[in-house]
């Protein structure tokens, strides 16, 4: 079983920065891809950065230049570094794991092939 927590959310200007970060614990392995999502009042779930085991990261358009997404494996907890940020991207955020070991998979940031979810933490972004 693998259990995630997300912290670092709250209000913050547009223009600031935040980080969001995930703890991880239970079976946690060095192969498993992570990633963050966030869902806005309304809209559908969307994939916002994923790291692949080897490092490799992305990011949805949106955020690229913006949000940086890392982990610290020695302290399993995941990190979405937000910097310039704006109303739009006012969301409940969310860490996912995925276990199945599909690249692809990973790094397209699909809902549905992330098995693992936190509860989420709320971040808004005023004008």
């Known amino acids: 079983?693998?259990?995630?927590?997300e912290s670092g959310g709250g209000p913050v200007q547009a223009g600031?920065?935040?980080r969001l970060s995930c703890a991880a614990s239970g079976n946690i392995y060095s192969n498993y891809c992570?990633?963050?999502f966030r869902q806005a009042p309304g809209r559908e779930r969307e994939g916002v950065a994923s790291?692949?085991?080897?490092?490799?990261?992305?990011?949805?358009d949106s955020?690229?230049?913006?949000?940086?997404?890392s982990q610290e494996n020695a302290k399993n907890t995941l990190y979405l570094q937000m910097n310039s940020l704006t109303p739009?991207?006012?969301a409940v955020?969310?860490?996912?794991?995925?276990?199945?070991?599909?690249?692809?998979?990973c790094l397209s940031r699909r809902r549905t092939d992330?098995?693992?979810w936190g509860q989420g933490t709320q971040v808004t972004v005023s004008s």
Do not use: H
Request: glycine share 10%.
């Open 16 to 18: 600031g920065s935040l």
């Open 1 to 5: 079983q693998v259990q995630l927590v």
């Open 51 to 60: 790291i692949a085991p080897d490092g490799i990261t992305t990011y949805a």
């Open 88 to 90: 739009e991207d006012t």
């Open 63 to 69: 955020v690229k230049g913006r949000f940086t997404i």
């Open 34 to 36: 992570m990633g963050w």
């Open 114 to 116: 992330f098995a693992y």
């Open 93 to 105: 955020y969310y860490c996912a794991a995925m276990t199945t070991g599909n690249r692809w998979s």
